[in-house]
């Protein structure tokens, strides 16, 4: 299940089986901790690429290349690590933002961007960042029941699973628009 089906160059490729380890499942909090610490270590050297992509994009017209794997690569393993984090999939994630994991992002390769829009993108982008904004918390309500309904039931229930998932793939567009200028296309509903 790719969701939504839409020519977006940020797209969340969902082929989870929503089983679940009861045992993971509820530990989940304490095995994601690796992880959060391995993303603000990452994100920090992500966040300083992303200021230098800005000046690239601005001066060339589009991402460069190793600039844009770097940060597909950190934005692909935040997916993942959210992911689980939020019951939006169980087996354990890698730490190098491979592609492969049950709820991944494809991210499309550079293309040329408009340089008047890359040089306001964080102006633009804040009606995206603000429903954003609002999904996060959602999808933590939704990883709350979720885990309820995981230990009793040894599965993800599908529309709470498609609910997280749906949040989890617009702020992932959202951040790819507004920080990472991984793709010039507005985020989509």
């Known amino acids: 299940m790719t969701a939504p089906a839409t020519t977006h160059t940020i797209r969340l490729a969902v082929s989870d089986d929503l089983r679940r380890s009861r045992v993971t499942v509820f530990f989940r909090g304490l095995l994601a901790i690796p992880h959060w610490v391995w993303l603000s270590i990452w994100g920090i050297a992500a966040y300083a690429a992303a200021v ?7 001066a060339v017209g589009r991402s460069p290349e190793s600039l844009h794997r770097f940060l597909a690569a950190y934005l692909r393993y935040l997916t993942h690590v959210n992911a689980y984090a939020h019951l939006l999939a169980d087996p354990y994630p890698g730490f190098t ?3 492969g994991y049950p709820v991944d992002l494809e991210i499309a390769p550079p293309a040329p961007q408009n340089r008047l829009v890359t040089l306001f993108r964080l102006l633009l982008a804040i009606p995206a960042l603000i429903v954003a904004s609002v999904l996060g918390p959602l999808m ?9 309904a995981c230990l009793a039931l040894g599965r993800m229930p599908e529309g709470m699973r498609n609910l997280g998932s749906y949040c989890l793939r617009y702020t992932q567009q ?3 628009y507004a920080y990472f200028l991984l793709t010039d296309r507005y985020p989509s509903f």
């Not at 230098?52 to 994009?57: C, G, I, S």
């Not at 933590?140 to 309820?148: C, K, N, P």
Request: charged residues 0%.
């Open 97 to 99: 933002g491979a592609p």
């Open 52 to 58: 230098v992509n800005w000046l690239a994009t601005l």
């Open 140 to 148: 933590s309500l939704i990883a709350f029941f979720g885990w309820f």
């Open 174 to 176: 959202a951040v790819a």
